[in-house]
C-alpha cells in the first residue's frame, strides 16, 4: 500500500501501511533517545545519527513536496498540487 494524502482546508490526513507507521513511531523513540543523549552528555554519538537519518528515509513519503536537490527543505504541496498528491 502506498502512502495517500488528502487535504482539505485546514486538514491533512495521511493513509499509510502499517508497517510504515511502526518504522516512524520507532524513529520518532531513536529521535527522542538520541536527544536526551545530546541534553545530558553534550555529545552525539555516530550510531545516533545513523538512527536520524533512518528516521528521516521513513518520514520522506509523508507527502511533503521535495526540492530539486536532496539538501533542499521539504515543503507542503501547494493546493492546486495538494488534492491528487500521492507518494
Request: proline letters at 1%; aromatic letters at 8%; glycine letters at 4%.
Amino acid at each position: 500500500m502506498k502512502t495517500t494524502v488528502k487535504y482539505t482546508k485546514d486538514k491533512a490526513t495521511i493513509s499509510m501501511d502499517l508497517d510504515q507507521y511502526k518504522r516512524i513511531c520507532l524513529g520518532f523513540n531513536k529521535l527522542r533517545d538520541a536527544l536526551m543523549m545530546v541534553s545530558e552528555t553534550h555529545d552525539l554519538y555516530i550510531s545516533d545519527i545513523r538512527k536520524l537519518d533512518e528516521l528521516s528515509y521513513a518520514m520522506m513519503h509523508l507527502g511533503f513536496e521535495r526540492g530539486e536537490h536532496h539538501w533542499t527543505d521539504v515543503t507542503i504541496p501547494k493546493e492546486d498540487n495538494a488534492k491528487s498528491k500521492r507518494n
